[in-house]
């Protein structure tokens, strides 16, 4: 790996910032090689994930804790993941399109393709992820396409994870339906300026009091109104006393742990299964399809057999 490269990463500079992410995307042995070179670098920055679902205002939300996070001088970079595109496998919705006017206040901005995965998170975003601790952020922000159930994923990648509601969406509370409500570290009632945003707020609160978890964090449920910024500033206090918290409590390296475990996992099921595609003759697969097809055989004894070969 170029040492000149790893250098301008580290002094921040976008343009090679933006190619490191490209690498990743890209996989290969030179995304490989690329956080083999960074990863001592890695574990400083502050991973804060934000989910919801659509139609809650996630974008501008994170848009105005930009803005907040740098009038506090902090670094500042945001993964938006985003639809994506059924034939060109890119992302739908561009970062140029939806943050424009927080360019040039030093924030760095990349949209990555979702490319159908489950929880609506790019294969590539723990790498991403790296590429930003590495390069000095201070506070990384994932925005997530918000597609229901699979959004837990994000709790994964995050040290902080903000589950956002908005009044008037169909249902009254769109988190407890779609299972994410205990992934919240901080629950964000936006667009409160609606009807039945102190509703939602109380309803959200009523389910924390049912949650049979009784650990010292309770996350707080806020009022935002993201248009006009209010409740941002209280917002960005209250992710930077769950920071604190996790600090206190050692906590942030038990989640560190729990992201590295699942890495390390899902690295190890894609590689496994490749190796095991590819011992094996096309000519074959075809047969266990159509055997599996016609009923000779089922799934499960297929799978065992190609797990057992050696070839």
Do not use: C
Not at 47 to 58: D, E, F, H, M, S
Not at 82 to 98: E, I, M, Q, Y
Request: charged share 25%.
């Amino acid at each position: 790996m170029n040492d000149k490269f790893i250098s301008d990463l580290q002094h921040g500079d976008p343009l090679t910032i933006a190619r490191a992410i490209t690498r990743v995307e890209r996989g290969g042995i030179d995304a490989r090689n690329l956080i083999r070179a960074l990863f001592t670098y890695t574990g400083r920055a502050q991973i804060v994930g934000i989910t919801g679902a659509p139609g809650t205002g996630k974008s501008t939300l994170v848009n105005v804790l930009a803005k907040e996070l740098r009038a506090r001088e902090k670094r500042v970079a945001i993964l938006a993941v985003d639809p994506s595109s059924p034939f060109s496998g890119g992302a739908l919705l561009g970062d140029r399109f939806r943050m424009q006017d927080l360019l040039g206040t030093g924030v760095f901005i990349r949209s990555m393709a979702a490319r159908g995965q489950l929880g609506g998170l790019a294969a590539a975003v723990s790498d991403a992820i790296l590429v930003l601790d590495a390069a000095g952020f201070d506070v990384i922000m994932v925005e997530t396409v918000g597609a229901g159930q699979g959004e837990v994923e994000i709790a994964k990648h995050a040290h902080t994870t903000l589950v956002l509601e908005a009044p008037g969406l169909g249902d009254d509370i769109q988190a407890i339906k779609a299972g994410i409500l205990e992934i919240a570290d901080i629950l964000v009632v936006n667009k409160a300026d609606r009807d039945g945003a102190n509703a939602t707020a109380a309803a959200l609160e009523m389910n924390l009091s049912l949650n049979p978890d009784k650990s010292a964090w309770r996350p707080p449920v806020l009022k935002t109104i993201a248009l006009s910024n209010d409740g941002v500033k209280e917002l960005v206090d209250a992710i930077e006393t769950h920071q604190s918290y996790l600090v206190a409590n050692n906590l942030g390296a038990i989640k560190e742990a729990a992201r590295f475990d699942d890495a390390l996992r899902e690295l190890l099921r894609r590689e496994l299964l490749q190796k095991k595609l590819e011992a094996l003759p096309i000519a074959r697969w075809e047969e266990l399809i159509a055997e599996i097809t016609t009923r000779k055989r089922d799934v499960y004894t297929v799978a065992e057999e190609i797990l057992n070969h050696d070839a």
